[in-house]
C-alpha cells in the first residue's frame, strides 16, 4: 500500500510570472512536470523487484498493474529500459509458470488508442525536396488543419520515437520546441535528409570486434561487457561483446530515422504536418484554420 500511494514532495521550479514571459516554453515545461516519474514508487519498486518473500496473489497483481501506469512518464533514454529490467526481475522471482504469464500479461497491458483513430496519408505523395517545401509554405503557410497534422504525426508514427506536447517516444529528440530551433527550412531539411546531421545523443556506432565482425545499433558498456541494441524500440533485440573484443568504434552515418517520409504525403498534407510540428501543439497558432 505504501508502494502505491507513495508521492513525491512538490517542488516549485518557476514562478507564474516567470513562465507567462513566454508561453510556449511554458506550456513545454507545464506538460513535462505534469509527466514526471514518481521517484519514491520507483524506489520501492527497485527494492520490491527481488523480494521473494511475503508475496500474496493479490500484492503480487498490484505490483505488477504499477507497470502499464508509468506509460505517462517521461524520462530520458535509459529511462524505460531500466522500469523494463524491474519488471524482468521481478517476473523471474515468480515460480508459477502459470501466474508468471498472467503478470506477464498484466504488466505490459497498455492501452492502445483504436487504430482507426489515425488515418493513412490521402496522398497522392511525391518526392520532395527541401526547396519544394519550403516554395509550398511561401503560398500555403495560412488556414492550416491543426487535427490533419495531429492525425499524420501520429499516423507516420512520428510519436513512437519523438516526445511531442507532453507524449511520445524518446528515441529521438523532443519536438515541441521545434520552432524555436529550427527555421521552416531547416525543419523540412531534418526530414528530408535525417543522416544530414546525427546528435551524437540519439546516433549509432558501427563497432568492429577482433574477429572481423560487425556490430552497428546503440551501444553502451555495462561492466566488461558492450551492449550493442539493434532497435531502440525494442531494447531486447541486442547483441553483447567482451570490451576486450572490441577492435574498433566509430559513429554509424545513417540515421535511425528513415529517409522519404514526407513523400507519402500532397503538398497540404506536407504543409499541415509541419504547421502541427511548428505549433507545438497549440492549435491556437495563427497558422491554422480558426
Not at 153 to 175: E, N, Q, V
Not at 263 to 289: H, K, T
Request: charged share 25%; with cysteine; net charge negative.
Amino acid at each position: 500500500q505504501l508502494f502505491l500511494t507513495a508521492r513525491d514532495e512538490d517542488v516549485t521550479y518557476a514562478s507564474d510570472a516567470l513562465l507567462n514571459r513566454n508561453s510556449g516554453y511554458a506550456d513545454a515545461f507545464n506538460k513535462a512536470a505534469k509527466s514526471r516519474p514518481n521517484q519514491q514508487q520507483i524506489a520501492y519498486a527497485y527494492a520490491l523487484r527481488v523480494a521473494k518473500a511475503g508475496w500474496t496473489p493479490a500484492l503480487r497483481r498490484a505490483f505488477f498493474a504499477w507497470f502499464p501506469t508509468t506509460a505517462a512518464w517521461q524520462g530520458g533514454n535509459s529511462f524505460r529500459g531500466y522500469l523494463e529490467i524491474f519488471r524482468k526481475e521481478a517476473l523471474a522471482n515468480v515460480a508459477d509458470p502459470a501466474e508468471r504469464q498472467a503478470l506477464e500479461e498484466l504488466s505490459t497491458r497498455v492501452a492502445q488508442l483504436p487504430f482507426a483513430e489515425y488515418a493513412p496519408p490521402k496522398g497522392p505523395g511525391r518526392d520532395y525536396s527541401v526547396d519544394e517545401v519550403v516554395a509550398l509554405a511561401a503560398d500555403g503557410w495560412h488556414d492550416r488543419d491543426f487535427a490533419d497534422g495531429r492525425n499524420l504525426f501520429h499516423a507516420m508514427a512520428c510519436a513512437s520515437c519523438h516526445r511531442f506536447d507532453g507524449t511520445g517516444g524518446s528515441i529521438g529528440p523532443d519536438l515541441t520546441t521545434a520552432s524555436a530551433r529550427f527555421s521552416l527550412r531547416d525543419l523540412a531539411d531534418n526530414i528530408i535528409n535525417p543522416s544530414k546531421v546525427i546528435s551524437d545523443q540519439y546516433g549509432s556506432e558501427q563497432v568492429r570486434l577482433k574477429d572481423g565482425s560487425t556490430l552497428i545499433g546503440r551501444a553502451y558498456e555495462e561492466g566488461d561487457q558492450l551492449y550493442v541494441v539493434y532497435d531502440p524500440r525494442n531494447p531486447d533485440d541486442k547483441e553483447t561483446a567482451p570490451l576486450s573484443d572490441v577492435k574498433e568504434r566509430l559513429p554509424y552515418p545513417v540515421s535511425f530515422m528513415p529517409a522519404g517520409l514526407l513523400n507519402a504525403l500532397n503538398p497540404d498534407e506536407v504543409l499541415d504536418l509541419l504547421a502541427y510540428i511548428q505549433s507545438g501543439g497549440d492549435p491556437r497558432q495563427p497558422v491554422f484554420r480558426q
